[in-house]
């Protein structure tokens, strides 16, 4: 059995996937929300695909990590994906600056600013809208851009300011490549095309140069080692990986712990159907190949005795109340809260 948990919001990305593309695998892909996961006392023998980490809160990623630690030794479970120690965007990003993989850096707004490389944009540290700003040239447009920023994201302290590259080839045309790493095997997703530097989804007709650039991206995984390396790096065994490339190296925008698997058939182009069918093939097949990988199928029980509490007391979802009192504590606080809440 295989198992991707995701946050209550969040449990559309595999569904698409299992109803058009592997019906098959209903039987042994399921997905499960944390809160439901969280109160299970008895867990199946199986694969446990953790997703979501930029999205979950403090308290969340101490009750994910409690059942990651009470889960692991037992041999008739693997875990993927551990939620404190897989990288979010913005450690993910200055480290791959550190070690000279990426050519632009990343800022927080309470980090040092010397050095800052105009253009840049700003964009949130957990989310997936991708830019909050257009290009920004100058210290007083970031001060401006800063503060409309704030009012479309709670927090401050998730607001990341991103050197901007130019990655577009002669004809102005962006490409965004992106990959899936599926326990240790990477698998090549597509590639978009945009004219705007931000392609969040294709906004230009394909040209069969196109399709055939991207049949052979498909067919090759020409960033196949690279991309493992990356992912190692990150301590991430699933998700998807979104970088283009710059004088032919890759430079890395995000990795997304619980991406879109695929779309309902119907909202794609019948002449474009085929390449998705090759990527979907490829991680069907390896879904199967990685759930031959358990082969002790004793089920196990474990009890999270705080779970309860923590909900009740201080974080449950349905009580508005509490939210608004949760906010209000600093973050830097609030693991230090819920622990001695245990």
Known sequence: MIYFLTTSKHQYTINAFLNDWAPELKNIVFIKSYDEIFNQKSFNSGLYFFTDIERLSPHMVILAEELWDKLHNNTS????????????????LKTLYDFSENSFRVFRISDSKKGLKFPVFIRGENDH??????LIYNRKELNLALKK????????????????LDTSDTR????????????????????????KWMVKYPDIERVDDDYTEEAFYLETNPHENKLKS????????????DYSLLNGK????????????????????????????????????TLLEINRMIINKNDININIKHTTYLKSKIVKYNDKFNQKMYRLIPNEFKPFLLKSLR
Do not use: C
């Not at 920023?149 to 927090?155: D, G, L, Q």
């Not at 240790?184 to 978009?192: A, F, G, M, Y």
């Open 230 to 241: 990356i992912f190692k790096k990150a301590g991430i065994e699933y998700g998807r990986i």
């Open 172 to 195: 102005g045309v962006y490409r965004k490549y992106s990959s899936f790493i599926l326990g240790e095997k990477v698998i090549p997703r597509h590639i978009l095309y945009g004219n």
């Open 149 to 164: 920023a704030v009012k479309k994201i709670r927090k401050v302290s998730e607001l990341l300011i991103v050197e901007f």
């Open 250 to 285: 890759l430079q890395v925008w995000e990795i997304n712990t619980n991406p879109i698997v695929l779309r309902p058939m119907k909202e794609y182009k019948e002449d474009y159907q085929p390449l998705q069918w090759v990527f979907a093939n490829q991680f069907k097949n």
């Open 129 to 134: 809208y991708g830019s909050l700003s257009g």
């Open 77 to 92: 479970i693997r875990l993927y994906n551990h939620p404190t120690k897989s990288m979010r965007r913005y450690e993910l």
